[in-house]
């Protein structure tokens, strides 16, 4: 019950809807405006219609506000999301959808009891940076077609949806619709400047709106709009089946995970003081996925491009979030018709507007200068972002910073000889000990990426009886760090040499005795809790054995 306590909305959470509740009302408003071209066009992509769109932006949004961790997102259909669930749509129809989406809302609520929402946070910044800026310009390039006012062609990516729009305008141009999105983007970006908390963005939607039924512009609307919300109608398939959509299954809850945790964490930083919960952020989508199919929906997930504007008009609480959603019911009940009219070419204008907010230009600079590795990741997260889509961008982003921090950390490994303390033993003493004692030093982790430089530089030991490994400063040692030090000595020990260690801590002495690389040096007592009592046994093993090299 205190886990389950943990994940359910809080009274901190109703607090913050009482701070500015007209403001979040606009803002839900205006990210109704524009979700509801997107929810329409998503549910369309998915091959479920329209309607699944719709119903996916109501209930989902409506689930996810109320239950998510943060007060800034906003859930629904996403583009990535369509493009898992067309093979599935094509294949099961909406019976599959719902099994995959179910699944996937039981597999997001078992990751938000496990705690493993907090692991999002050790994401590096340029991976996130690289995230935003992409998917800034993914939404930009989405828009290219409405505001040029042509018919979107049907290409798997958007950058090439784009270049084929861009080709069909220059063969036959139309400015209206260009201007229009123009008119729109100018309105907002320089209305916010003046005003930050007015909603230029209706203001410019209601006004291109208005200038086009009046002049008969030459400009596409929105078209008409479903008339409610309708379950699917469902059929039962074979465990084949269901073995077949688990790859899907794992697709969805892996997009819905991410994209949502990343959308979180932007929406974070483009606000002031916002920190969300990611447990709860997935336990909200987990229940959002559960709800969501069985109103004739699709899998959703946070929307980057309506959390983003949600941001920008002001919202403070997760009241915006869910009006959005109460707002687009009442759209697709009762004023259809009317919203029917709004030109894409508007909405086009809108969302441009949000992604040039979106990006922080100087911290993008500001993380390419840092280093060599962070402008790395920075710039193959940003690329496959646009290229490919999400989740390559996070797994081939994550995964080059990993490599590059493993990198770091191993070169903080070292194996150095130290000169050993002599007290006050006579010349000839010291001597003898400075030819055939040798003590090194290990400092740092001995871990896989470092464990095969620590061989090389160990095996050129030369001309010594015994060498002492002090081990006091190792921070770690994984189960390749201890199979090579086991090398290492047996190499040592085949030309005769005794080794001898110390300071090995119990944890890292356990890992080296179920690895079996020092079982025997403990057996014959060759194992010391300091240095200093292996040095004396060093100095009596060298004098007792002379010849031993």
């Known amino acids: 019950m205190t886990r389950l306590r943990a994940l359910l909305p809080t009274r901190s959470d109703w607090q913050a809807v009482k701070r500015s509740p007209r403001r979040d009302l606009l803002a839900g408003l205006t990210v109704a405006v524009v979700a509801l071209p997107l929810a329409l066009a998503f549910g369309a992509t998915s091959g479920l219609g329209a309607e699944a769109g719709i119903a996916t932006a109501v209930v989902a949004g409506a689930v996810a506000a109320v239950f998510g961790g ?80 042509v018919q979107a062609s049907d290409q798997e990516r958007v950058w090439a949806v784009a270049f084929e729009a861009a080709k069909d305008f220059a063969a036959d141009p139309v400015l209206a619709p260009l ?17 930050s908390a007015f909603p230029f963005s209706l203001l410019g939607v209601v006004g291109a709106t208005l200038i086009s039924v009046v002049f008969g512009l030459d400009l596409v609307p929105i078209g008409d709009l479903p008339s409610g919300l309708s379950a699917p109608s469902l059929s039962f398939f074979e465990f084949d089946a269901v073995t077949t959509l688990l790859p899907a299954v794992v697709a969805v809850t892996a997009l819905a995970a991410l994209e949502s945790l990343l959308s979180a964490t932007v929406a974070d930083g483009m606000s002031v003081g916002e920190q969300h919960d990611p447990d709860r952020e997935l336990f909200g989508q987990g229940l959002a996925n559960l709800a969501a199919p069985v109103f004739g929906g699709i899998p959703a997930t946070a929307a980057i491009a309506r959390t983003a504007v949600n941001v920008r008009a002001g919202a403070g609480s997760k009241l915006a979030a869910f009006t959005h959603s109460v707002i687009l019911l009442v759209i697709v009940l009762v004023a259809a018709p009317l919203v029917s009219e709004i030109p894409l070419a508007a909405l086009a204008g809108v969302l441009l507007a949000t992604t040039i907010r979106m990006v922080e230009v100087g911290s993008l600079r500001a993380m390419a200068g840092a280093t060599r590795g962070d402008a790395t990741v920075l710039f193959l997260t940003f690329s496959i972002t646009i290229v490919f889509d999400l989740v390559a961008a996070v797994v081939v982003g994550l995964g080059v910073a990993i490599v590059i921090a493993l990198r ?56 010594v009886r015994v060498v002492i490994l002090r081990m ?52 014959g007592g060759r194992v010391f809790e300091d240095t200093p009592a292996a040095i004396r046994y060093a100095r009596t093993l060298a004098l007792a054995t002379p010849a031993m090299v």
Not at 179 to 195: I, N, Q, S, Y
Not at 495 to 510: P, T, Y
Request: charged content about 15%; aromatic content about 6%.
């Open 472 to 523: 006091a400063r190792v921070s770690t040692v994984d189960a390749t760090g201890a199979k090579v030090l086991g090398d290492a000595i047996a190499k040592l020990e085949q030309r005769g040499i005794v080794v001898l260690l110390s300071g090995v801590s119990a944890d890292h002495g356990e890992v080296l005795d179920r690895l079996g690389a020092a079982a025997h040096l403990r057996e």
């Open 179 to 195: 201007l229009t999105a123009l008119a729109v983007c100018g309105v907002m970006l320089v209305g916010a400047r003046w005003r």
């Open 408 to 463: 770091s950390v191993a070169k903080s490994a070292s194996l150095e000889e130290v000169t050993l303390d002599h007290g006050d033993h006579s010349a000839e003493e010291r001597e003898l000990f400075a030819e055939h004692i040798v003590a090194y030093r290990l400092d740092g982790p001995l871990f896989f990426a470092a464990a095969h430089q620590f061989l090389l530089e160990l095996a050129e030991v030369a001309d």
């Open 70 to 149: 943060s007060n800034l997102q906003v859930s629904g259909p996403t583009g990535a999301m369509t493009v898992v669930l067309v093979p599935v749509v094509h294949q099961f129809g909406a019976t599959g959808v719902l099994f995959v989406g179910f699944m996937a809302g039981l597999v997001l609520i078992a990751l938000a009891w496990g705690r493993m929402g907090r692991y999002v946070r050790f994401l590096p910044a340029p991976l996130v940076e690289g995230f935003t800026a992409g998917i800034a310009v993914v939404i930009a390039l989405q828009q290219v077609p409405a505001a040029l006012g």
